[in-house]
């Protein structure tokens, strides 16, 4: 199994000027790792269910390891902290076709 898409769910809390900082440096340090954004927030509609998604962001990698590495890189952990400042996530890795 080679988890190469994630899918996460953000929650804002309000946190500008921390989340403004977070999105431009988010996207160098995501295409560095050789990851690209496919989905990054912008209009939803949910088709079925009960579910309430606040803002939507999926994203890929060349490979599983690609995309370990971005996770534990030092540039990443220090964006995950903002991050986590601004927001509060559910990400999920993904099997893909």
Do not use: C
Not at 78 to 90: F, G, I, M, T, W
Request: glycine share 10%; charged share 20%.
């Amino acid at each position: 199994m080679s988890l190469r898409e994630f899918l996460a769910e953000l929650r804002h809390r309000g946190v500008l000027k921390v989340a403004t900082v977070y999105l431009a440096s988010g996207v160098v340090v995501l295409e560095a790792a050789g990851g690209q954004y496919l989905v990054r927030g912008g209009a939803q509609m949910v088709i079925e269910g009960d579910w309430k998604p606040t803002r939507l962001v999926i994203f890929e990698f060349p490979s599983q390891a690609a995309a370990q590495s971005f996770y534990v890189s030092p540039a990443y952990q220090s964006l995950k902290a903002l991050r986590q400042e601004a927001s509060s996530a559910n990400i999920v890795g993904v099997e893909g076709v």
